[in-house]
């Protein structure tokens, strides 16, 4: 009797062993609970959000690499040999605010916004990666000293960074595009990106 | 819409409807002087050169609202015969023009620069003074803009004895 009970005892704990094994979780098979895959994926969209604004020619076309402004959707280099000059906006008697206004100029063509000007060359993104342009949008040394709050309201504020919604008319009157993500949204990535910490999600 | 003009030191009042009328039309057909000339009308060839608070502008794509209360000088007002700008003086020297519609614009580009650059180099010239001639009057105009240089300086330097 005493047997028989020790080998049913046995059997049920060799039993419940093998299911334990057989249902354990593996690290492979992870998976995030649904809150956090959807916090992550946020945080990620988010940052695809913004950069596909801060890659999109409105926006890069004044972060040149080589001191020169670039112009049009295929980013040619200004025309009549302007570059950046000394403080980021031309030469001595020749300069943007020879041509540019603080606002477009909707009879020329000529684009215009308020402290219309390259970005200083430390902040030049032409030919970098996303997660280059990122480094260099984080980096205080690169990044005119900006913490994360002075960056999100230069990025969500600034006219001139705005401006890239309300780009205006080109030279024959052919209205110039748009990021593809809207400004609301631009906003919204740029809030939601620094709130999880600004992560590079390549690294 | 009224905007006042101090245009070559005389002040101007205009009515103007649309305040986004570029700054030339009003300088040619309001105020009716002609030697600031329509080029491109894009900002592109230099043609409509002047002054706004001595800041050289493209006058076809200013618009006039932005001018309220401030010092214009055109072509008329840079210097006359009698009392010619060094600039002027220096085009007529080397004998710039040769269609002249583009000059003014130049020479008041060129102005701008002495200003802030009293002994350009080729490189300052070549950066600043990019308007364009279709005539291809360059090569005299860089040796005029060397010549008002020694014209402007000579100037200031009587000028200074002198006092």
């Known amino acids: ?203 | 819409m009224e905007i006042s003009l101090i245009v070559n030191g005389v002040l101007k009042t205009v009515h103007i409807e649309d305040e986004n009328t570029p700054l030339l039309w009003v300088i040619r057909d309001i105020l009716d002087l002609k030697g600031t000339k329509f080029g491109c009308g894009k900002s592109a060839c230099g043609a409509c050169t002047l002054h706004v608070d001595d800041e050289a502008v493209r006058s076809c794509s200013y618009p006039v609202k932005f001018a309220d209360g401030k010092r214009i000088t055109t072509i008329e007002g840079l210097g006359d015969r009698e009392n010619p700008h060094p600039v002027q003086q220096a085009w007529v020297e080397e004998i710039v023009p040769q269609c002249g519609y583009c000059q003014p614009g130049f020479m008041m580009a060129t102005a701008a620069l002495l200003k802030k650059v009293p002994k350009p180099t080729d490189e300052d010239i070549d950066k600043n003074i990019i308007n364009v001639c279709r005539c291809g009057t360059y090569y005299r105009m860089r040796k005029a803009i060397h010549k008002a240089a020694e014209i402007q300086t000579e100037k200031d330097s009587n000028e200074s004895n002198m006092v």
């Open chain 1, 1 to 203: 009797m005493k047997l028989k009970t020790w080998f049913i005892f046995l059997a049920i704990s060799s039993i419940g062993v093998l299911l334990a094994l057989a249902n354990s979780p593996k690290i492979f098979e992870y998976r995030l609970l649904e809150n956090q895959q959807s916090e992550i994926y946020k945080s990620d969209d988010a940052y695809n959000k913004m950069m596909d604004v801060l890659t999109h020619q409105r926006c890069m076309n004044c972060h040149p690499n080589d001191n020169i402004p670039k112009q049009g959707n295929d980013r040619h280099p200004h025309y009549f040999g302007m570059a950046r000059g000394e403080d980021n906006k031309g030469f001595q008697a020749t300069n943007c605010n020879t041509c540019h206004n603080s606002e477009n100029n909707k009879y020329s063509g000529v684009p215009g916004a308020p402290h219309w000007s390259l970005a200083p060359a430390s902040m030049g993104w032409e030919g970098l990666s996303r997660a280059q342009i990122a480094e260099r949008l984080l980096d205080k040394s690169t990044n005119g000293n900006r913490s994360h709050v002075e960056l999100i309201k230069h990025m969500t504020e600034d006219d001139l960074v705005l401006w890239a919604w309300q780009p205006g008319v080109d030279a024959e009157g052919v209205q110039r595009t748009i990021p593809p993500v809207s400004k609301e949204d631009f906003k919204k990535a740029v809030e939601i990106w620094f709130a999880n910490g600004a992560v590079i999600p390549t690294k």
